[in-house]
């Protein structure tokens, strides 16, 4: 069981930033938002603030960031591991920026096959699995201010069936 924070970033030009993770184990990929794990201690703000700095290079002010927009309960199914993990997701506009990785953790670096902006047009047209699948939704939130956090539907995302993984280390994905 771990607690995540998860955000999108909106440019300027109305893209939002996601990620191309994987599991090794089975040669699989899918997208994801830029966001982790909530070390202890630490406030969602806080890990919002240090997981995009590390993720992206940019260093995002606690007063750019907006939300929690939504929260949810996910299973996450890998091929050496299954995840309970609780999100809550938090929105961001941002100038258009290029993306450093220098920041990722060591299986980042192994996991995650690289990164680009994505229009709400492109996340229409995907025929790539994207995490989460109601990733539309959420962005249709962020104008939406006085309904947040809306409280979404256990779901569960996985490379392989959670029922199929196998409990292990949980690691910062």
Same mark, same amino acid.
């Given at each position: 069981?771990?607690?995540?924070?998860?955000?999108?970033?909106?440019?300027?030009?109305?893209?939002?930033?996601l990620?191309?993770?994987?599991?090794?184990?089975?040669?699989?990929?899918?997208?994801?938002?830029?966001?982790g %794990?909530?070390?202890p %201690?630490?406030?969602?703000l806080?890990?919002?603030?240090?997981?995009i700095?590390?993720?992206t290079?940019?260093?995002? %002010?606690?007063?750019?960031?907006?939300?929690p927009?939504?929260?949810?309960?996910?299973?996450? %199914?890998?091929?050496? +591991?299954?995840?309970? +993990?609780?999100?809550a997701?938090?929105?961001?506009?941002?100038?258009?920026?290029?993306?450093?990785?220098?920041?990722?953790?060591?299986e980042? +670096?192994?996991?995650?096959?690289?990164?680009r902006w994505?229009?709400?047009?492109?996340?229409?047209a995907?025929t790539?699995?994207?995490?989460?699948?109601?990733l539309m939704?959420l962005?249709?939130?962020?104008?939406v201010?006085k309904?947040?956090?809306?409280?979404?539907?256990?779901?569960?995302e996985?490379?392989?069936?959670?029922?199929?993984?196998?409990?292990?280390a949980? +690691?910062?994905r």
């Amino acid at each position: 069981m771990r607690s995540t924070v998860r955000v999108l970033l909106v440019d300027d030009q109305d893209r939002v930033l996601l990620f191309q993770d994987s599991d090794p184990g089975i040669d699989k990929t899918w997208w994801i938002l830029p966001g982790g %794990g909530i070390d202890p %201690g630490e406030s969602e703000l806080d890990a919002v603030v240090r997981e995009i700095d590390e993720e992206t290079g940019l260093a995002l %002010g606690r007063a750019a960031v907006l939300g929690p927009l939504a929260r949810r309960h996910v299973v996450h %199914g890998y091929s050496d +591991q299954v995840v309970d +993990q609780d999100d809550a997701f938090y929105v961001a506009r941002v100038a258009t920026f290029e993306v450093s990785t220098v920041g990722f953790t060591p299986e980042e +670096q192994v996991t995650i096959q690289q990164h680009r902006w994505w229009s709400r047009a492109d996340v229409l047209a995907a025929t790539d699995e994207i995490w989460p699948a109601n990733l539309m939704d959420l962005w249709d939130l962020v104008g939406v201010t006085k309904a947040w956090p809306v409280v979404l539907d256990q779901v569960e995302e996985s490379s392989v069936p959670a029922s199929l993984g196998h409990h292990g280390a949980v +690691q910062d994905r």
